[in-house]
Structure formats: C-alpha cells, structure tokens
C-alpha cells in the first residue's frame, strides 16, 4: 500500500499478511479523512471510473506524459516497487535515422498492437504458436486422468512481461541505486556487457523481433537523459567487493 502527500512526498508500505493489510485499511476508513476516503479499498477500475484524467487528457488539459503517469498510479503501480514500476510504450519505431519527420506516421509504433506484434511475420508466428499450445492443451486435457497443473502451460501468447524488476534495472543501469542492485543481483559483479542495455536501437530490435522479448519502458526514457550516458564511468566487466 502506497500513501502519497500534499507535499509529494510518498510512503510504501509492504504489508506481511493480508488480514495486516485488512486491520490497517479499516483503520484509515475510521478516521474518515476526506482526501483519502475515496480512494481506500477501491480496485483499480473503480479508480479508473472515479478519476477525470482521460477527459482532462482529451481536452488538452494534460500532456501525454502526465495522463500515462496517472494511468500507472490508477493502477496501482509505484516507483517504490520494482515489479511493479511505472511503465511507459514505445512510440518511436526508427532509432537509427539521423534525421526523423514527426509529421510521417511510418516513424511511429503502431499503438493499437502490443510491441511483440509490431511486425506482422512476428505477429504470426505468435499466434501460430497460440494455436499449437491450445491444441496440445486441449488433446491432454482430454487424456488427463491427474491434476491438469502437471500439463503442459496454458496457451498464451507470450512467455514474458512487458515490465518486471529485471527489465527496470537493465533500463537504468547507468543510474544508482539500480546500478548498485544491478550488482548485488549478479552477485557482486557487473553481468556481461553483451547482456546490457547497449543502445535504443538495439534495444527496439530486441523488442520487435527477439523471441521472448516483449520490452515496453520507464518513465525516465522520456524524462532522464542520464539514463543513456555513464555519468559514473562505470568499466565493464566490474566486480565489486562487498565489506
């Protein structure tokens, strides 16, 4: 549970239990604080449904930047939990011109599909894979006679997350504290360099056309330059020798 306040300031609880979780909310219903009220206990859509920030975003009273950042709170998601990190698309498609024509809609990623179908030979394959996991299920389900967890996985189109705390910190390496994580994950040493963030547009291509890829991004590819640069002059490979 995530607490935010006037002065932006924000506090993120991690709760061990549900019924912890149950006592503190009932706890805060009870003080009846008017500006917390309403957001208390509300599941994601209800929040949705209570909030304005699609109108305001359509009347021009909000950027582009400002509504998804809204979208990811409504959601629940939270710079304070990385497997759960506030997640931004991909817009642009080509990282390699030297020059770009923001008036020509070819330069733009298709919104209307997910990043792991932009290429139709790719979206194909997708589904062709969907279609062999559904039938494989179904036959097993049919000859099944123990429980269907010891089947093969459901059908699903992809195997991967747009966003987990792995892809946060490969993202923003180049930032602490996720360098410093970055380490402590890969026991005390900097992975291999072939593994890291090298460049957007390879990091496109990975998106678009790897098998098992399906990468969106963080909020700080359009808003922390740094995130590109190693401000730190970090030397690959690196290790680290903890106290």
């Known amino acids: 549970m995530e607490l935010f306040f006037t002065d932006t300031t924000s506090a993120f609880f991690a709760l061990s239990s549900t019924a912890i979780r149950e006592t503190l909310h009932s706890h805060l219903r009870s003080m009846k604080l008017p500006r917390l009220s309403r957001f208390l206990g509300k599941t994601a859509e209800e929040r949705w449904q209570n909030d304005d920030c699609a109108a305001r975003w359509a009347r021009g009273e909000l950027s582009n930047l400002a509504y998804l950042l809204r979208v990811n709170r409504l959601a629940g998601r939270s710079y304070n939990d990385l497997s759960q990190y506030y997640v931004m698309p991909w817009v642009l498609r080509d990282y390699e011109s030297a020059q770009l024509d923001l008036s020509d809609p070819r330069v733009y990623r298709d919104l209307s599909l997910p990043i792991g179908a932009q290429k139709p030979e790719r979206r194909a394959l997708v589904q062709e894979k969907f279609e062999m996991m559904k039938e494989l299920r179904a036959q097993q389900e049919q ?81 922390v330059p740094q995130m590109f640069r190693n401000g730190n002059g970090w030397a690959w490979p690196l290790r680290i020798i903890a106290d």
């Open 143 to 223: 000859q099944a006679t123990e429980d269907l967890d010891l089947l093969a996985p459901p059908p699903r189109h992809y195997a991967t997350h747009y966003s987990n705390s792995t892809l946060v910190i490969w993202w923003l390496l180049r930032l602490e504290p996720f360098t410093s994580l970055h380490v402590f994950v890969q026991d005390g040493r900097f992975d291999r360099p072939d593994r890291q963030f090298p460049s957007v547009a390879s990091a496109w291509r990975g998106s678009t056309e790897s098998d098992g890829d399906v990468k969106e991004l963080v909020p700080e590819f359009f808003t």
